[in-house]
């Protein structure tokens, strides 16, 4: 006793309390692993329950998601063409959601949820905060049918705010717009913006198109031509605005017939 | 009295042209449902209201679309005639004249299309109508043409059950 109060057995006692400690060690980790082998298939069910329910919740959570993007679109969209018409009150707008597209690959119309009930007549011109879009071609009583700019079949008389000079956009086939009928002496440049100049009475002075791009210029041609890049993504139209308050004018009596 | 089961396929077949169909091009073309469907019931044996279908889904068409309504109309009662014609000449593989016809169907209509805009004085250059929209069009065509003819097909056989039976 004497010599181990004295520390004279210290380097004994430690050997054998690490030994007694590796084995006990060594007896609880096999123990503990024995322990999970046989508790296991009960965790692993209770795992899989808590998966699979938070699996269900993730899914909840990501439809939660997308909906309410979703929204904040729509919403975003809404303010976007509530600001555009504070910033024009001289004109009247009612908005419409784009429902369908025309059948035909060859024509380039939309379909909008507002018809003739909603006030929408025929010629009306339809517009986005960013820019033109076209113009009723078609009403019934709670749908419309919209051409837009980009039709083949569509002409909206336009100037060229830098050029100072008038022109004639015209749709095609592959959804490009182009300008025509600009004089050879003009000076048209890229960038140079489009809107529309209310000639014809087919549609309101001062509505942008979009830019010019691409011009075309060779001195055997009458006319210089020019690609215009539109302000509206036509792939992406999802609400419209239909100016209610503007009437075409129809000039067509005003040309002789042959 | 199953005929009339024509009435909403019809309305369905343009409301899904119109909503989604049309959103998912290839170049500038998109399928054309309606056509398919037209082609795949007409293709059927025992089938005797083609002409009615082609008609209903013309007028539909055409009052939904910007072209004249009666292009539509003409356009499909024309692949109704070629797919009867068709159904006699190939009728042990009725696979291959479904590709026939919405190959062949879809140059008809789009020649119809293109004729009446060039007839209204829309300038449209053919090259471009014909590469940027009948071939795009005639291929996505092809490939729903598989799924619409097996779905036609189930449905001529519960307004026939005679087809069954045989």
Same mark, same amino acid.
Request: net charge negative; proline share 5%.
């Given at each position: ?25 060594? @007896? ?15 965790? /692993?069910?209770?795992?899989?329950? *808590?998966?699979?329910? %938070? ?8 439809? *939660? ?5 979703? =929204? ?9 063409? +509530? ?19 025309? !059948? ?25 905060? =960013?820019? %033109? ?18 039709? !083949? ?14 022109? #004639? ?13 600009? !004089? ?12 529309? #100049? ?9 509505? /942008? ?7 075309? #210029? ?10 215009? *890049? ?10 419209? %605005? ?12 005003? @040309?002789?017939?042959? | ?16 042209? #119109? ?7 290839? %170049? ?24 009615? $279908? ?8 055409? @009052?939904?679309?910007?072209?004249? $309504?009666?292009? !539509? ?18 009728? =042990? ?25 060039? +007839? ?9 109508? @014909? ?27 519960? +307004? ?7």
């Amino acid at each position: 006793m004497a010599l181990a109060l004295g520390g004279y057995f210290s380097g004994t006692s430690n050997v054998v309390t690490s030994s007694l400690i590796n084995t006990q060690e060594w @007896f609880s980790s096999r123990f503990v692993a024995l322990q999970d082998l046989l508790t296991a298939p009960r965790d /692993i069910t209770t795992l899989r329950q *808590q998966n699979s329910e %938070l699996q269900n919740e993730v899914a909840d959570l990501q439809a *939660q998601v997308i909906q309410l993007q979703q =929204q904040v679109g729509e919403t975003q969209v809404l303010a976007a063409l +509530v600001d555009f018409s504070r910033a024009r009150p001289e004109n009247t707008y009612k908005a419409a959601a784009v429902i369908g597209r025309d !059948p035909s690959p060859f024509l380039y119309y939309v379909i909008i949820n507002r018809g003739s009930n909603d006030g929408i007549l025929r010629g009306m011109p339809v517009v986005t905060d =960013q820019g %033109l879009v076209g113009r009723v071609d078609a009403v019934i009583a709670d749908a419309a049918r919209v051409q837009l700019i980009t039709d !083949p079949a569509s002409r909206v008389n336009v100037y060229l705010q830098n050029a100072e000079e008038e022109a #004639s956009l015209v749709g095609s086939l592959t959804g490009d717009i182009t300008l025509e009928l600009i !004089p050879q002496d003009s000076i048209v440049e890229t960038g140079d913006l489009v809107l529309t #100049s209310g000639l014809g009475g087919g549609y309101p002075p001062d509505l /942008i198109v979009g830019q010019v791009v691409n011009v075309r #210029s060779r001195d055997f041609d009458l006319f210089q031509q020019a690609t215009v *890049q539109p302000v509206v993504d036509f792939n992406r139209l999802q609400i419209v %605005l239909v100016i209610v308050n503007f009437k075409p004018v129809d000039i067509s009596p005003l @040309f002789p017939t042959p | 009295m199953r005929n009339l089961i024509a009435v909403p396929v019809i309305i369905l077949a343009v409301i899904l042209q #119109s909503s989604i169909i049309s959103r998912v091009t290839l %170049l500038s073309g998109y399928a054309d449902l309606p056509l398919i469907m037209i082609a795949a019931w007409a293709l059927q044996e025992h089938v005797d209201t083609a002409w009615h $279908w082609a008609v209903a889904t013309g007028v539909l068409v055409g @009052f939904a679309s910007g072209i004249y $309504w009666i292009v !539509p109309v003409v356009a499909y009662l024309a692949v109704v005639a070629l797919a009867k014609v068709l159904q006699l000449r190939v009728w =042990q593989a009725p696979l291959l004249a479904m590709f026939s016809i919405a190959f062949l169907g879809t140059i008809l209509l789009d020649a119809f299309v293109y004729g009446a805009l060039r +007839v209204s004085g829309v300038s449209i250059p053919l090259r471009d109508a @014909f590469g940027l929209q009948t071939l795009p069009r005639t291929l996505l065509n092809l490939l729903l043409s598989i799924p619409v003819y097996a779905v036609i097909r189930d449905l001529a056989r519960w +307004v026939y059950p005679t087809m069954e039976t045989e």
